[in-house]
């Protein structure tokens, strides 16, 4: 029934205008195809079902600070709570406005400032950063093949002016224990990761399924973490359209500006959309949509 859904929805949207458009302030973005459009449903211990370009890996950008929050939550605990909050922004992905009031504390760890704090703890506690990150991703994506883009990354660095002011801005509060110019290159890196719909729909499974990962049983996260990750994307996963993505979806999920949603259902599944055309908020257009349909449809939602 779920595959018959996801085709008939995607061929819908396909023959839709494709409103919105690229994230062309990254250089190397703005060279993708507007028209790509892939999806993968992974129903836990089921076989995963992909329509349209699922298979083609593009860059995950964002997507990637739910996973470094994971890794540092998972070595710090409830301490990483003294350096990052979980309370939506209510500003843009990359604001400065709210720091000097919350004395250099990101509102949560999926805007820029707070991903950045939580790349400052990376750095802090593992020996080789960009090989133990790398590590950790191709673990819960059970695949040795991905890998990061130096290409996007430097594209990112040669544009990434507010993301330095960000940093040095935090650090001046304390919140940042590294060298900044480090922790922004760890930064850029990691979320110039390239992974494919039905990569990322595999990779966060854990999610859905109390912490544990589908192919050989790893606990990644404590359930009561795993509820507390998923709480965050519920409320946080989209910037300043978070709410409006609970409001029409009904999922914990996190979008990317390369144009890649992933969404979980806990205990049921996991899915991940990737169209590159961004609506107003820095979300997939395509994406957004194809997830309140495919919700609306199965009736599957954590409300």
């Known amino acids: 029934m779920n595959q018959q859904i996801i085709e008939n929805i995607y061929q819908q949207i396909l023959n839709e205008k494709n409103q919105g458009s690229l994230a062309t302030y990254i250089p190397e ?30 860059s995950i950008q964002s997507i990637v600070k739910v996973l470094s929050l994971c890794l540092a939550y998972r070595h710090l605990q409830s301490d990483i709570w003294q350096r990052v ?31 950045i704090v939580v790349c400052d703890i990376l750095l802090s506690i593992l020996d080789n950063p960009l090989e133990d990150f790398l590590a950790f991703i191709r673990e819960i994506s059970h695949n ?39 922790v922004l290159d760890f930064y850029f890196h990691i979320c110039s990761i390239e ?3 039905q990569e990322l729909a595999y990779a966060f499974s854990f999610l859905a399924n109390d912490g544990i990962t589908l192919h050989d049983g790893c606990q990644i996260l404590t359930k009561s973490q795993t509820k ?11 910037y300043d359209e978070s709410g409006e993505f609970s409001f029409r979806v009904g999922l914990p999920g996190k979008s990317g500006v390369g144009g890649g949603i992933v969404a979980v259902m806990p205990n049921h599944y996991s899915i991940a959309v990737w169209s590159p055309c961004l609506n107003s908020k820095g979300n997939s257009y395509r994406g957004m949509k194809f997830l309140e349909e495919f919700t609306t449809q199965t009736k599957i939602s954590v409300f």
């Not at 400065?96 to 991903?115: M, S, Y």
């Not at 001046?172 to 110019?181: A, H, T």
């Open 29 to 58: 973005l703005a060279n993708i195809s507007p028209d790509k459009f892939g999806v993968a449903f992974l129903e836990l211990n089921q076989p995963i079902i992909g329509v349209g370009d699922y298979q083609e890996k593009f």
């Open 85 to 115: 909050n979980v309370e939506p922004s209510g500003t843009s992905f990359n604001s400065l406005v709210q720091l000097e009031a919350d004395k250099g504390i990101p509102r949560n760890p999926f805007i820029n400032a707070g991903a």
């Open 228 to 238: 507390r990750t998923n709480a965050i994307m519920q409320t946080c996963g989209f």
């Open 144 to 182: 040795p093949q991905i890998n990061y883009s130096s290409k996007v990354a430097q594209s990112e660095k040669s544009v990434g002016y507010r993301n330095f002011a960000l940093c040095y801005y935090i650090k001046s509060f304390g919140n940042i224990k590294n060298d900044p110019i480090e």
């Open 195 to 197: 992974m494919t719909c």
